[in-house]
């Protein structure tokens, strides 16, 4: 039951139907307000420089855009760098150093599954989790990093950064604010950014299947899961969870049996949660290419941060 209303919370925010589209509307007034709050919450918000260029990759929508595999491949051209995220859905609280330049310092339940992935993919990075983002930038600081990555961090009006933001391809058919909507912020803002990546434009996605088998099927826990259809292998199963969702070995493998698969597909974010287990295990292993210009402007800016900076 609980997956059910997840799911159709999903399907009223991005892809609501006829009824769906009714209930969005009526629930406008409660949209206006959020977005005075928010606007208010900008305006009022005093950007603190803390002294090292801090770089934010974040999107506008709820739910994943590629902020991960974008962080990965932006933060593995760049030197002394570390990244700083909630660590949503861990088990954890406070602020925990998840790795340090390579070596992991945190299990899985205190890092939760994105933050291990970055350091899983980033062996030269220090990854750290922290609900108060700005004590997160202090321990990057301390522990000696000269630029930071901030995960989702474009709502951190109060914090002096370069801000990106991750544009999907795809066009929702709802584009109101929450609750209404999608968006935790008006599309308008989309100019505010530093620095707009629009996929299929500033960056590309390439997938790969790695031990692939002949009967699999998909089991994942990513946001808005169709997204992933274009990579598929036609005729596929596909079973799924809600974000982060925290797998048990006894269901994985009840579900190879009910669908007599070899193994299962998964993605390299549910892959890290599943790897505790004896499953074999078939990953999407994603590859994302971002356009040489973004690294010149990210350069460029760390270039003229440290010029500027006394």
């Not at 962080?71 to 909630?86: F, G, K, M």
């Not at 899985?108 to 700005?134: C, F, H, W, Y």
């Amino acid at each position: 039951m609980k997956n059910e209303l997840y799911f159709w919370v999903e399907r009223y925010l991005f892809y609501p139907n006829f009824i769906q589209k009714i209930l969005s509307y009526l629930l406008l007034p409660f949209t206006a307000i959020y977005c005075v709050i928010v606007f208010l919450k900008r305006y009022f918000a005093k950007a603190e420089d803390f002294g090292l260029p801090i770089i934010s990759i974040g999107n506008l929508i709820v739910g994943g855009s590629g902020k991960t595999p974008f962080t990965i491949s932006l933060a593995s051209e760049l030197q002394n760098v570390a990244i700083v995220l909630r660590g949503y859905k861990r088990e954890s609280k406070g602020l925990v150093v998840v790795s340090q330049y390579g070596v992991i310092t945190a299990k899985l339940q205190r890092s939760g599954d994105e933050a291990m992935l970055l350091a899983r993919s980033l062996p030269k990075a220090t990854v750290i989790v922290s609900e108060n983002r700005k004590q997160g930038i202090l321990k990057a600081k301390e522990l000696g990093a000269k630029v930071v990555l901030l995960d989702d961090g474009f709502s951190h009006a109060n914090i002096k950064k370069f801000d990106i933001l991750i544009k999907p391809a795809e066009n929702f058919s709802n584009s109101f604010c929450l609750p209404s909507g999608p968006f935790r912020e008006s599309t308008a803002y989309y100019k505010k950014a530093d620095l707009l990546a629009v996929e299929g434009l500033d960056f590309t996605r390439k997938v790969e299947i790695k031990n692939q088998t002949d009967r699999m099927v998909l089991v994942t826990a990513i946001s808005k899961p169709q997204r992933l259809d274009r990579y598929l292998p036609d005729f596929i199963e596909k079973v799924y969870y809600p974000d982060h969702y925290s797998f048990s070995g006894t269901e994985l493998e009840a579900i190879l049996r009910k669908y007599s698969a070899d193994s299962i597909l998964t993605t390299q974010k549910d892959a890290i949660k599943m790897k505790q287990f004896r499953i074999d295990l078939s990953i999407m292993e994603l590859d994302l290419i971002l356009k040489p210009y973004i690294l010149d402007v990210v350069n460029r800016y760390i270039e003229d941060f440290d010029i500027l900076t006394p």
